[in-house]
């Protein structure tokens, strides 16, 4: 099997914030890439997934039987890597262990395959209540582990409702090699990192996966804990991270560009990002901007969906965990005041009433989770009308006259 990448050197990247957010469906060539080991080009026809532990029968299903034997499933899902934004984390906060991601590490698609609650009905389980499916790829070693693996609960997996989907095709068509082709686990809500993609096993267990990944990673620990040491004694002391919290980005006009203001329709400055519900709460609602730290907030325009799409039946629950793509024009005399000091925030707000505020930013060791506000800062705008009058008024050896 050919192995693309390395344990060594994996494939991490985001896109630019600018292309994230130009649709709503994130393109596949788009979305971000998170791995810890190489990339593993799997024969489809050929490839099966193992579902074994507390079921009546240990089985092997075929990409081809999960696609034909069973209702296919939609969900429109946001996949966000848990340590998205870490950047903004390790340099507004402090220092923090792991890659630098900047605002990107996210993604919003079509996701469609078989749900997993339908999969395991039919198998038949012998244990009921407080159980958990651990999700595993035995395809390549990882950096910390000879392989990759996460679960949730039992309960969640088993609810319809939550969507929790056996993904064999992305944005409408089969699963790239890169987002893990051809079979992933899609978990509607939950942090991308239990999204286990080239899955081929399923257990059902009475505990949680015992992966790395899963017991020493991907956990928010508290403040005091800040070293390598501290977490090792530590890790087992606290729940592994599911649900994300509500968060929002600036993803245009970006921290240091130079602005003119003839360039400006009106004179007002376009500001656009993305913004994310809490868990299962969504879908966004409402997302403002504040260009005085906070004191006053302005409410910006929600493109997709829409404020209409979202009035139409069936709607909370088509995009409950779905991204919003917003757009903030900011009047004239604003944009006019911008100087180097000045800070441009975002906030959201989902149907739960769940919105990003100061007190719930906290620093934590591995740097996820962090949902601060959207920042943009350091913006030069350059009056070109106000230059040239300027300049024309200049006296000869004495400078520009008031």
């Known amino acids: 099997m050919l192995l693309e990448y390395s344990v060594e050197k994996p494939l991490n990247r985001e896109p630019p ?17 998170r791995n810890h080991g190489p990339l593993p080009h799997i024969n489809g026809d050929t ?3 193992r579902i074994d532990g507390l079921v009546k029968n240990t089985v092997n299903l075929s990409m081809s039987q999960l696609r034909n034997d069973f209702t296919q499933h939609e969900v429109i899902a946001a996949l966000q890597c848990a340590g998205n934004r870490r950047h903004t984390m390790r340099t507004e906060l402090k220092e923090v262990d792991g890659i630098d991601w900047n605002d990107g590490a996210v993604c919003n698609c ?13 198998i038949g389980l012998i244990i009921e209540g407080d159980a958990h499916v651990a ?19 039992l309960a969640r997996c088993m609810d319809p409702e939550m969507k929790v989907i056996l993904a064999l095709n992305m944005n409408g068509a089969p699963l790239t090699i890169n987002h893990g082709f ?26 949680e996966s015992s992966n790395f990944y899963m017991q020493k990673d991907y956990k928010i620990l508290p403040p005091e804990i800040d070293t390598h040491k501290k977490a090792g004694d530590y890790w087992h002391k606290v729940k592994p991270l599911q649900k994300m919290p509500i968060n929002s980005a600036i993803c245009y006009p970006a921290t240091g560009d130079t602005i003119s203001l003839d360039k ?75 100087d180097k000091s000045t800070k441009i925030w975002s906030r959201a707000t989902d149907k739960a009433g769940n919105v990003q505020k100061v007190e719930d930013i906290k620093w934590n060791f591995r740097g996820v989770g962090y949902n601060g506000f959207g920042e943009i800062k350091n913006l030069t705008i350059i009056d070109t009308d106000e230059l040239s009058r300027k300049a024309g008024s200049m006296k000869l050896g004495n400078g520009y006259e008031k």
């Open 17 to 33: 914030l600018k292309d994230l957010v130009q649709t709503f469906t994130t393109k596949t060539t788009t979305a971000y890439d």
């Open 47 to 49: 490839h099966v997934v």
């Open 110 to 122: 079509t996701w469609s395959g078989p749900l997993l609650c339908d999969v395991l009905s039919r």
């Open 135 to 153: 999700f595993s790829c035995h395809m390549t070693d990882c950096q910390e582990d000879r392989y990759y693996g996460s679960s949730i609960s």
């Open 182 to 207: 051809p079979l992933r686990i899609v978990i509607p809500g939950i942090a991308g990192a239990r999204w286990t993609k080239w899955l081929d096993r399923i257990t059902i267990q009475e505990e």
């Open 264 to 338: 400006l329709a009106n004179g007002e400055l376009e500001i656009a990002g993305y913004a994310l519900p809490q868990g299962d709460e969504g879908p966004v609602i409402k997302v403002e901007i504040s260009t005085d730290q906070g004191k006053t907030w302005d409410e910006s325009k929600i493109l997709h969906p829409s404020l209409e799409e979202l009035r139409k039946p069936g709607a909370t629950e088509k995009y409950k965990w779905a991204w919003s793509i917003w757009q903030h024009k900011l009047p004239a005399e604003k944009t006019k005041k911008i």
